[in-house]
């Protein structure tokens, strides 16, 4: 059994590691900051840490780094104009996508999946071999044992359909969606 000083290691090591290129390059921005001095202490900070309770590593690592920047220039006499408006403006980004774009996207893939599984049986095959397994029309016509027209019509068949369902549907529109520009001729005329 890991002691609790091999675990944290182990969890700096695996978790932590990895992203410290990626803090160091946000640092070097403060030219006035000492980016192995602020590495140093976070990594003193976050080995002090309960990690069971870090859900994302490297915002939990940009975030003490940020807090350690913050203390050294709250210490500091004199911080150049420069420093702050980084400081203001500058965040690291966290790729890690939201918890509610998580629940959305995984809504969205079980609406599409209910669909397709709608799709009459030789319609379904050639959506999905041309669209989810990429294979041309020609591949697909080859692997079905018919010809490239019959996948033409039968893709433009379950496209229409897919189109028919998501209309149809009560789903509430994602924020992406929410802001692209209609077509003027899309709109539907008031009374």
Not at 74 to 88: C, D, E, I, N, W
Not at 129 to 154: H, P
Not at 155 to 170: G, H, I, M, P, T
């Amino acid at each position: 059994m890991l002691d609790n000083t091999e675990a944290c290691s182990i969890w700096l090591a695996t978790h932590i590691l990895p992203h410290e290129g990626h803090i160091r390059a946000w640092l070097r921005r403060y030219g006035d900051i000492e980016a192995d001095d602020i590495i140093h202490e976070a990594y003193v900070v976050m080995a002090q840490a309960d990690h069971a309770a870090v859900a994302n590593p490297r915002a939990y690592f940009a975030s003490v780094c940020r807090n350690l920047v913050m203390q050294h220039y709250r210490r500091a006499r004199v911080v150049p104009v420069t420093s702050l408006a980084l400081m203001q403006a500058d965040s690291v980004a966290d790729a890690t996508p939201s918890v509610e774009r998580v629940v959305h996207a995984r809504q969205e893939m079980r609406f599409l999946e209910k669909t397709i599984a709608r799709l009459p049986a030789r319609c379904r095959d050639i959506f999905i071999l041309r669209r989810a397994r990429g294979l041309s029309q020609k591949e697909c016509a080859a692997q079905l044992n018919i010809s490239e027209n019959v996948v033409e019509k039968q893709l433009a068949r379950a496209l229409v359909f897919l189109s028919n369902a998501y209309s149809d549907s009560d789903r509430e529109m994602t924020v992406d969606e929410e802001r692209r520009p209609r077509l003027a001729h899309s709109r539907k005329r008031q009374p």
